[in-house]
């Protein structure tokens, strides 16, 4: 169980970790600035995150939790119940709603890591991808399919859809790249 100060603190990090990186390019969000700006020691921000990785993944978990509750028990179609294409799709249309939302955060994060293959958040999406996509499509490679979905999000071009506004576009590309992959 999380004390009450040290919960307050996470808060108020995260919190001014947000605040920052909304007026600051990434390389201007030390962990020194986070620390003032959140009213706590340096060390209280480096001992809760250990790096400016770790902090912006905790950012970005704390986005992304939603989204892990509607996939696992959520209603169809993002949740179980739906068929797998159609589960498919409303994960990538709910990923770019969550980044469109999320811009400078997920930004940041991608900035930041150095590991991506290996977070907790792909591991996770990998593994919900590719077994929507092994249902689906059996014959398919299941496995390099869904690294290479889930790596056209990590791109400076759909960072570029993202601000200049062409989300729906980007969402509908995907929609209809997902379809054509599992006919």
Same mark, same amino acid.
């Given at each position: 169980?999380?004390?009450?100060?040290?919960?307050?603190?996470?808060?108020?990090?995260?919190?001014?970790?947000?605040?920052?990186?909304?007026? =600051?390019?990434?390389?201007?969000?030390?962990?020194?600035?986070?620390? #003032?700006?959140?009213?706590?020691?340096?060390?209280?921000?480096? =001992?809760?995150?250990?790096?400016?990785?770790? %902090?912006?993944?905790?950012? &970005?978990?704390?986005? &992304?939790?939603?989204?892990?509750?509607?996939?696992?028990?959520?209603?169809?179609?993002?949740?179980?119940? +739906?068929?797998?294409?159609?589960?498919?799709?409303?994960?990538? *249309?709910?990923?770019?709603?969550? #980044?469109?939302?999320?811009?400078?955060?997920?930004?940041?994060?991608?900035?930041?890591?150095?590991?991506?293959?290996?977070?907790?958040?792909? &591991?996770?999406?990998?593994?919900?991808?590719?077994?929507?996509?092994?249902?689906?499509?059996?014959? %398919?490679?299941? *496995? %390099?399919? +869904? =690294?290479?979905?889930?790596?056209?999000? =990590?791109? *400076?071009l759909m960072l570029q859809f993202l601000k200049t506004g062409e989300t729906d576009?980007?969402?509908?590309?995907?929609?209809?790249?997902?379809?054509?992959?599992?006919?």
């Amino acid at each position: 169980m999380e004390r009450a100060d040290a919960a307050r603190n996470r808060r108020a990090i995260l919190r001014a970790a947000e605040e920052l990186l909304a007026s =600051h390019d990434l390389a201007e969000v030390s962990m020194d600035r986070v620390a #003032a700006a959140a009213g706590v020691g340096k060390g209280t921000v480096f =001992h809760r995150f250990g790096n400016r990785e770790g %902090l912006m993944r905790a950012l &970005v978990e704390s986005r &992304v939790q939603a989204l892990s509750d509607a996939v696992s028990s959520g209603p169809p179609p993002l949740g179980p119940g +739906a068929p797998p294409a159609s589960r498919l799709a409303a994960f990538f *249309d709910a990923v770019v709603e969550l #980044a469109t939302r999320n811009v400078k955060v997920m930004a940041a994060f991608e900035q930041a890591s150095t590991d991506r293959l290996n977070s907790p958040i792909y &591991v996770s999406w990998h593994a919900h991808v590719a077994g929507l996509i092994a249902s689906a499509t059996p014959s %398919l490679d299941a *496995d %390099l399919t +869904a =690294h290479l979905l889930l790596g056209s999000l =990590h791109s *400076d071009l759909m960072l570029q859809f993202l601000k200049t506004g062409e989300t729906d576009r980007l969402a509908s590309g995907l929609r209809s790249m997902i379809a054509t992959l599992l006919r």
